[in-house]
């Protein structure tokens, strides 16, 4: 059974750094594109980041350019999202989602995406 899971979210303070992860089971993460999501109460789902899965070829959204890091590692079937110098409102629920029809130049924007994970939680204190 193919599953897609997050994990790595937490409390960090302003300017404190967290290192998400996404991992593959039961499918190769590496056939797809990548995206990170997040989502916060009362506002719409942000992509932030994908990666190519031809390539690592990477797209970020204009908020978190500069701050996040998304990267894969084929061996362990995880996509990673470093994200440095985190601001209160980055505070959200992250997700990812998996689809090798995902175009990373375009975000990697679908309707509908073959993987998809609960999420992880990341709260940026002020």
């Known amino acids: 059974q193919a599953q897609l899971s997050e994990s790595g979210g937490g409390l960090v303070r302003p300017g404190g750094s967290l290192k998400l992860s996404c991992g593959g089971s039961?499918?190769?993460?590496?056939?797809?594109?990548v995206v990170w999501f997040r989502q916060a109460p009362g506002k719409e789902r942000e992509a932030v980041s994908c990666?190519?899965?031809?390539?690592?070829?990477?797209r970020y959204a204009e908020s978190v350019k500069g701050r996040f890091t998304i990267s894969k590692d084929q061996a362990k079937n995880t996509v990673y999202l470093q994200m440095d110098s985190l601001q209160p409102e980055d505070t959200a629920t992250y997700y990812c989602?998996?689809?090798?029809?995902?175009?990373?130049?375009?975000?990697?924007?679908?309707?509908?995406?073959?993987?998809w994970g609960q999420g992880t939680q990341v709260t940026v204190s002020s």
């Open positions: 989602a998996a689809d090798p029809q995902a175009i990373v130049e375009n975000m990697c924007r679908l309707y509908e995406y073959d993987y």
């Open positions: 039961g499918f190769t993460l590496g056939y797809n594109a």
């Open positions: 990666i190519s899965g031809i390539d690592d070829r990477t």
